[in-house]
């Protein structure tokens, strides 16, 4: 027993520090590339179309990549490992970067000003005003994050190509030896310690929040949280200890040399920034890289397979359109449950007190670990409510409760950091529930809310990858759609038609770009003009 | 001018002083914040030149320190962090800055309140700590866009009282405050000099030189003379003539 306890403790651990040290890795690399895009009109374009549509392409779908990359390439343990962290890593990084590129988007025009006047240097930028400014969006997405990265955590930790099985050391691979030795009551408590782990994890998560919205959204009257006596922090900040050391002063002493023969260059025009050659570089090395790749593929794949994906093509759109439609339901279902639930949870203490941390603990629990027991218990009751529609509802519903937190922490968020003079004017007016919404509520948490539904839109795509094909779910049940273009590549992927599920894939990725293109990033650009609540008041 | 051709100014041409306070005043949208700007090097004239002691000014520097109408103030800074935010430029020591913030914190009268965040402060001392870290800043010009706008009357005309004392302080290196204000009185009692802006696209339609001792009172007859003749320029059907 002692042994289980300690397997699963470690399990829980390696699964754990994977998603969180991915988080963290996400959320560096994301200030500095949403700098970038805000301070290059061709870099932002090229952003945000990259993150839309590496958001909205099921994480499965990068199978292709991981087969050929991490399995085949580097292979060994190291390769499984690169593997599963490449699988997270692009399911936790995506709602962080455009969380973080919207909120340099949205940063007041003043405070850039007052950063302008004081010349403050790009990382002195970075660290006063833009990483701060950004902290509340952070944290809102740190929950969808955590819980996503569980979600596929689970299934990437085993996974499987063609007849060949892959297995990296954490929690799954435990309760999946557990499952095929057949005990269950190991099984249990696995998913019992992962239950406490998460829940632990959450109230850590909201301790953050509460602090973050305190100290650094705009003008909420929400009161500082002050550090305490003993703060860890604090105490161990590094300037704190390098104060003394003598190298420190050198330093000092050469920045100060520095500034003093900087000082006259306010009357200089500014110098042209060579770091935009360089990037010019990187760029086009880039686009030869893939130019290349790609002349390699479509080189490799004969005549005959060209034919038979171009004939496919077809099938594959109307597939896509079912996919849609489910896409679209999935959203408005979870934008109801947002606006009304996030608005209750966001004005009404006890709600949220009870609320919020059921359905944070809820989503951060991977739905493949627990969905198959659900499906067990209601397919009887579902099925005679919905009949040969059956597997698409449970399709629909773990599409739902995949992606729903998305929108809804997102919009809670936006409520939170709503500035309270809005609140005030709202019952000053005595405004019933819809005039709110309509006229305060909704426009001011605008930008939450499209942050929030973009990433539940790209989200929901994982949902259906994984319910739309599900051979034994539950003994020998499976749960399989007629029409789905995630099924289409599920099932190639299954049976080794890598072409295929790549084709298919491709296809759905040129669909995504244009979506990113005429949708996404006019509603960001809208929020940006219109929708900037923090700046309504000062 | 603008992107769309639309011509903002036309023909103008300030001149801030040596220990002078200058205003600006002018109808609402007539470009007052905009010129602040162009001053500030914030944006760039596609016509004309500023200068500062004799020197083009092509993008925003310490030396031309602008305080928003806008209460601009960093809610996770501390008041004195948000005044160390000036001292960046001078690469002082953590120490040495924070005796400096201390001190300009002291000059506009909020010591003792270091260490609240601005979400803890009132508009008027939001505002003094704007003020403040402006000051730190060791400007040579001080560029003011309506800084009173958002305070109470009582607050605002307590700082006006304060302000020109505070500004042309013998320990500061100040040589000049341009500032912006739709509000006649308040420029008359600060300002000894005021360019009236009117007309689209805006001109100068006079310079007032303001020959009054301080502090200066509005009920006092050459104070309302003045005022007089500024609304005059104001409403001039000339002044407004395309």
């Given amino acids: 027993m002692t042994d289980a306890v300690l ?251 520095k500034s003093r023969t900087a000082v006259d260059d306010y009357f200089e025009p500014e110098k042209k920034r060579r770091i935009n050659y360089i990037t010019a570089v990187i760029g086009l090395a880039i686009l030869a890289v893939l130019v290349y790749g790609l002349y390699n593929i479509v080189s490799k794949v004969s005549y005959g397979t060209w034919m038979m994906l171009i004939g496919d093509t077809p099938g594959l759109l109307v597939d896509l359109l079912y996919d849609y439609l489910r896409v679209l339901i999935i959203v408005a279902v979870s934008m109801v449950f947002a606006i009304f639930v996030g608005y209750y949870f966001a004005t009404n203490r006890t709600g949220e007190k009870i609320g919020l941390p059921a359905i944070q603990t809820f989503a951060s629990y991977p739905t493949p670990i627990y969905f198959p027991f659900v499906f067990l218990a209601t397919s009887v009751f579902v ?86 094909y599900w051979p034994n779910i539950a003994g020998n049940k499976s749960l399989v759609v007629s029409h789905g273009l995630m099924k289409d590549i599920a099932v190639a992927t299954a049976s080794g038609n890598i072409a295929l599920a790549a084709w298919a894939s491709f296809i759905f990725g040129i669909i995504v770009v244009f979506y990113s293109i005429f949708f996404t990033k006019r509603m960001m650009d809208v929020s940006r003009k219109r929708y900037v609540a923090e700046e309504g008041i000062f | 001018m603008f992107e769309n051709k639309y011509k903002v100014f036309e023909n103008v041409d300030l001149v801030a002083e040596d220990m002078k306070f200058v205003g600006l005043v002018g109808p609402s949208g007539v470009g007052k914040s905009t010129l602040l700007r162009l001053i500030g090097g914030f944006l760039r004239p596609s016509k004309g030149e500023v200068r500062l002691a004799g020197k083009p000014v092509l993008r925003p520097s310490p030396k031309l320190v602008l305080v928003h109408q806008s209460i601009v103030t960093f809610p996770w800074m501390t008041a004195i962090d948000n005044v160390m935010l000036s001292l960046i430029p001078k690469h002082l020591g953590r120490d040495e800055a924070r005796k400096v913030a201390i001190n300009a914190l002291e000059v506009v009268g909020l010591q003792g309140f270091e260490e609240l965040y601005p979400k803890e402060m009132s508009g008027g001392m939001r505002q ?108 001039n059907k000339k002044g407004r003539q395309r």
């Fill in chain 1, 7 to 257: 397997l699963i403790l470690a399990g829980i651990s390696a699964t754990t520090s994977r998603v969180l040290g991915l988080i963290l890795l996400s959320i560096v690399v994301g200030w500095f590339l949403s700098y970038y895009a805000i301070k290059s009109r061709l870099f932002e374009n090229i952003f945000v179309a990259f993150v839309e549509v590496f958001e909205s392409v099921p994480v499965i779908s990068f199978f292709p990549i991981v087969l050929l990359v991490f399995v085949a390439g580097i292979g060994g343990p190291l390769g499984s490992e690169l593997a599963v962290d490449f699988l997270v890593f692009t399911a936790v990084v995506w709602n962080i970067w455009i969380g973080e590129y919207q909120a340099f988007k949205t940063v007041p025009r003043e405070m850039v000003e007052v950063s302008e006047n004081y010349r403050l240097t790009f990382f002195e930028k970075l660290t006063r005003l833009y990483i701060p400014f950004s902290v509340p969006r952070i944290v809102a997405n740190l929950f969808p994050s955590f819980s996503d990265g569980f979600f596929y955590i689970t299934v990437s930790e085993a996974f499987s190509i063609g007849s060949k099985s892959y297995k990296v050391f954490g929690i799954t691979s435990v309760i999946s030896s557990y499952v095929i030795a057949g005990d269950w009551a190991d099984v249990e408590l696995a998913l019992f310690l992962l239950s406490i782990v998460i829940v632990a994890i959450i109230l850590l998560f909201r301790e953050i929040t509460k602090r973050s919205v305190a100290k650094y959204a705009l003008d909420t009257d929400i009161p500082v949280i002050r550090r305490g006596r003993l703060n860890l922090l604090e105490a161990t900040r590094r300037s704190g200890i390098l104060s003394k050391n003598p190298l420190t002063k050198l330093a000092n002493y050469n920045r100060q040399k």
């Fill in chain 2, 128 to 235: 003094r700590v704007a003020i403040a870290r402006a000051i730190a800043a060791d400007p040579m010009v001080l560029l003011m866009d309506e800084p009173f706008a958002h305070l109470d009357e009582l607050t605002a005309e307590g700082i006006r009282q304060d302000i020109y004392n505070i500004l042309f302080n013998k320990n500061l290196p100040l040589r000049s405050v341009i500032m912006v204000s739709h509000n006649l009185s308040e420029v008359l009692e600060l300002a000894d000099v005021i360019y009236v802006l009117n007309g689209s696209p805006a001109t100068v339609v006079a310079r007032v030189d303001i020959d009054m001792p301080r502090p200066r009172s509005p009920r006092d007859p050459k104070f309302n003379s003045y005022l007089d003749l500024m609304y005059n320029y104001l409403t």
């Fill in chain 1, 383 to 468: 099925s005679s409510m919905f009949g040969y529609l059956t597997d698409e509802f449970f399709v629909l519903f773990l599409g739902f409760i995949s992606t729903f937190y998305y929108v809804f922490y997102s919009f809670w968020m936006g409520v939170k950091a709503m500035p309270q003079e809005f609140t005030e004017l709202m019952n000053n007016l005595d405004l019933n529930l819809f005039q709110k919404m309509r006229r305060v509520i909704l426009p001011s948490a605008f930008p939450y809310l499209i942050s929030g539904i973009s990433a539940t839109i790209n989200s929901a795509w994982g949902g259906l990858m994984i319910g739309e």
